[in-house]
């Protein structure tokens, strides 16, 4: 990985790819970090794709910064990374998290953006209840760490199916949750309570958009997914099958031909 300061906070970030490929930022979502995208940086820098893949602040190796991480944060440090390696516009994708990083990242720069990839994510505010639970969960990280976390909501992350067929990306989701830094993960949940609602921006979106949904995911059913992709009028839907929160991880063959039909039929400009 690489090592680089935007934004006064040290990020660790990979740039792999053809350098005059069309550039794809993949936003990993939470408590995970870059690693979560292996199987699609491997299936896109084949088709020709530049993918950056950073650790956003306070995951991974990026630095930790404890209090409060607003999305617009996350979204200014990107904008910072792409200044820094040279990239004007791109293709901005992310899951969970990640996804609504993205939609923050479409809202305040949207001139760079040439198209979305929204993963398993919600474009909607988060109620009273929900900051209240995010607030208490970010309270428990601190004071209990990650593992007991991990271990609760393993089977809610991936489909409990796929912890048994697939055990290999069951332990790495595991071992991302249980290393990622209890301060960074408090941090962004409480940034994660104050997001604004971003239907009106996904709404008016003038570039293409992918919606990606697991079938079986516990947080984002379905539904929600065409919720949020009727409200696209560039938008595209897949939904990804024997595959909870992350089908990027669990059904990556799927997943990956999902986007590169995306990149290669919807998306022409970057760089």
Same mark, same amino acid.
């Given at each position: ?14 740039? /792999? $790819? ?27 820098? !084949? ?10 602040? %306070?995951? $991974? ?24 390696? $040279?990239? /004007?516009?791109?293709?901005? %994708? ?5 996804? /609504?990083?993205?939609?923050? =990242? ?84 409480? $940034? ?42 560039? !938008? ?14 669990? /059904? ?9 039909? =995306? ?9």
């Amino acid at each position: 990985m690489i090592r680089t300061v935007v934004n006064g906070i040290s990020i660790r970030y990979d740039d /792999q $790819g053809p350098s005059d490929g069309i550039p794809v930022v993949l936003v990993h979502g939470h408590p995970f970090d870059h690693t979560m995208w292996a199987p699609q940086v491997e299936a896109l820098t !084949a088709a020709g794709y530049r993918v950056v893949t950073p650790d956003l602040r %306070g995951y $991974g190796g990026s630095e930790v910064v404890p209090g409060t991480c607003l999305f617009s944060d996350f979204a200014d440090d990107i904008a910072a990374l792409l200044d820094m390696i $040279g990239v /004007q516009q791109a293709v901005i %994708g992310g899951v969970s998290m990640g996804g /609504q990083i993205t939609m923050e =990242f479409q809202r305040s720069h949207p001139e760079r953006v040439c198209g979305l990839i929204l993963s398993d994510t919600s474009p909607v505010a988060e109620t009273e209840e929900g900051k209240a639970f995010r607030n208490a969960l970010a309270d428990r990280l601190l004071a209990e760490g990650m593992d007991g976390y991990a271990d609760e909501v393993i089977d809610k992350m991936i489909a409990r199916y796929n912890i048994t067929a697939r055990p290999d990306v069951a332990e790495h989701v595991l071992a991302m949750m249980r290393r990622t830094a209890p301060e960074g993960a408090a941090a962004a949940l409480r $940034g994660r309570a104050e997001r604004p609602d971003y239907r009106d921006t996904l709404a008016g979106a003038s570039v293409p958009v992918l919606v990606l949904v697991g079938a079986d995911d516990f947080y984002i059913p379905v539904s929600d997914a065409q919720a949020m992709h009727r409200l696209i009028p560039s !938008a595209d839907l897949v939904v990804v099958e024997q595959a909870g929160h992350l089908p990027g991880a669990e /059904q990556p063959a799927a997943f990956n031909d999902a986007l590169l039909n =995306f990149l290669g039929t919807r998306v022409s400009a970057g760089g």
